[in-house]
């Protein structure tokens, strides 16, 4: 299993924010893995509310469905399974000076001989979870600047 922890700020109010990254469909902008995400299903965000992502990593096209498990007001979980994969992307948030305090954690767990690789791939996935140190500050700039 690959755990990746960063802690990042944005100015902007945390419900704002919140409501922003509740929609999965925006990790493509956000996260540099995502080729492409698109919400399944029809009406308001929230949990139990589905997406279907296509991430790219080392070269190789994965499609995951995620689910948002949990919405409150401090914290956003997204569960994602593939074949080969079973994903947990959990996002809290804290106010902080002028500003939204976002700590993000992302759990990989991968299936069958898949588990593997994982030792091999952690630095990879902490390659990523520093970009998105960059990547989700400034998707939040432009979504709500």
Known sequence: MIRVTRTLAVPYPQ????????DFAHAVDWDPGTVSCERLGEGT???GSRWQNVTEFRGRRTELTYRLDTYTPDRLVFSGVSQTAETTDDLSFTP??????ITYHATIRFKGLSALASPVLH??????GDEITTTMPR???QALG
């Open 45 to 47: 965000v929230g949990e």
């Open 15 to 22: 419900a704002k924010v919140i409501a922003y990254l509740a």
């Open 123 to 128: 630095s990879e996935f902490e390659r990523l």
């Open 96 to 101: 902080g000076a002028g500003s939204t305090v």
């Open 139 to 141: 998707a939040v700039a």
